[in-house]
């Protein structure tokens, strides 16, 4: 009897490893929350453009990427070879304190900029979307940069 209760003791063991080494640790999981940045998106549309972007939350003095999304709505087709930029102005200001130009992402449609803004407040930011069949401006507000 007593090889029956050692096998059992034995596999008992080797349960309890497995199981407590495949198991993930609260301060596991904490560290992972923090090493991904939480994404933001949104969906604006203005003329014949809509656009879909994804940001990290913006910070003063940090580059954000954004992805911008970008279709044709008189066709549905991606917006193709265009030159998107992205102005930032303070709340209810004209001037700008921050601008960049996206480049092509690696599927037609999807631009990719970095947006540093130097100061935490409110801002807008107009995307301005041109290519050979559409110019589009598209002002957008509620920009919170910490």
Do not use: W
């Not at 209760?5 to 497995?18: D, P």
């Not at 939480?38 to 992805?67: M, Q």
């Not at 960049?100 to 900029?113: H, Q």
């Amino acid at each position: 009897m007593k090889p029956l209760c050692t096998r059992t003791a034995l596999i008992a063991v080797i349960s309890i490893l497995f199981f407590a080494c495949t198991r993930s640790t609260p301060e596991a999981t904490a560290t992972q929350a923090k090493t991904e940045p939480e994404t933001l998106s949104r969906t604006e549309f203005a003329g014949r453009v809509e656009n879909y972007f994804e940001y990290e939350p913006l910070h003063a003095g940090k580059a954000s990427p954004f992805r911008i999304h970008l279709t044709d709505m008189s066709d549905g087709s991606p917006v193709e070879n265009a030159e998107v930029t992205l102005a930032v102005r303070g709340k209810g200001s004209g001037d700008a304190v921050a601008q960049t130009t996206a480049r092509f992402g690696k599927v037609t449609g999807i631009y990719v900029a970095e947006l540093n803004i130097p100061r935490a407040g409110n801002y807008d930011i107009e995307f301005h979307i041109k290519n050979d069949k559409l110019d589009e401006r598209m002002p957008l507000s509620d920009f919170k940069v910490e």
